[in-house]
């Protein structure tokens, strides 16, 4: 877990940064704070959910409750994902709402245009693998994991999935099965904090998370699953595939398919020669 306060124009905005679902969020009463200049931010938005009941409902059943420090302790409290704050920003009239979205994207959490058009984000991922040093091999089986992924998510959409705690859950069943670790588990193999999983995993390690995420939608829509129970099981099922398909090719190598490698650059020494 890692909780941080960023600053918009002199106003603290608390995030915090779910490792296993690998989203930030943020505190939707800060937020309202840096953009009005509210004396009392919490009841703008009492105000704001019964003006917008469209805002008030997708708020109720898309902002959690997330842990961030309040008042020196941690309690939970109103957050949203950028999208989610986005969909707050379009509600409140303010001269600050286009630098808002703009800071939200120099600090690296959304990219403004990419809601617009998905195929800009892809472009910058190539972008910045390459700069990592990524062959097109991998970059190719990265982005052919991304749609594989992306797949899945609409599927779980439509099943009615549709809390982001859901997704991570989800999705942990699926990598726990076919690697034996939890996602964060995986990520501390490979001595991550951060970053994305699968942006720092060996060509085989992609291959067999589309594999068993392809599995499980198709598992998944053979038994026409509904609900997080149903898509639960069919998690597992897809993820045993990919578990079995992983063993039988490391009884055939003698090498294990999940390694630490995590492709990272070496750290910087800081020693003056």
Known sequence: MKNEIAIFENKQVRRHYDE?????????????????DSVNATDY????????VELGSYIGTNCPQVEMLTNGKKRKILAGNVKDIFRIIQSIPSPKAEPFKQWLAKIGYERIQEINDPSMSMDRARENWQKMGRSEKWIQQRMTGQETRNKLTDYWQEAGIK???EF????NIIHQEWTGLTVKKH?????????NLQDLMSEAELIFTALAELST???AETEEA????????????????????????????GKSVI?????????KDDKHS
């Open 20 to 36: 296993t679902a690998e989203v930030w969020y943020f505190s939707v009463v800060d937020v309202i704070a840096a953009l009005t």
């Open 45 to 52: 938005l009492k105000k704001l959910r019964k003006r917008d």
């Open 163 to 165: 809390k982001q705690d």
């Open 168 to 171: 991570a859950m989800l999705t």
């Open 187 to 195: 990520k501390d193999l490979k001595g991550l904090k951060t970053q």
């Open 217 to 219: 939608r198709q598992i």
């Open 226 to 253: 509904k609900g997080l129970q149903e898509n639960a099981k069919a998690s597992k099922k897809g993820g045993t595939v990919a578990k079995n398909a992983r063993k039988e090719l490391e009884s055939k190598t």
């Open 259 to 267: 390694t630490g490698e995590n492709f990272l650059p070496p750290a």
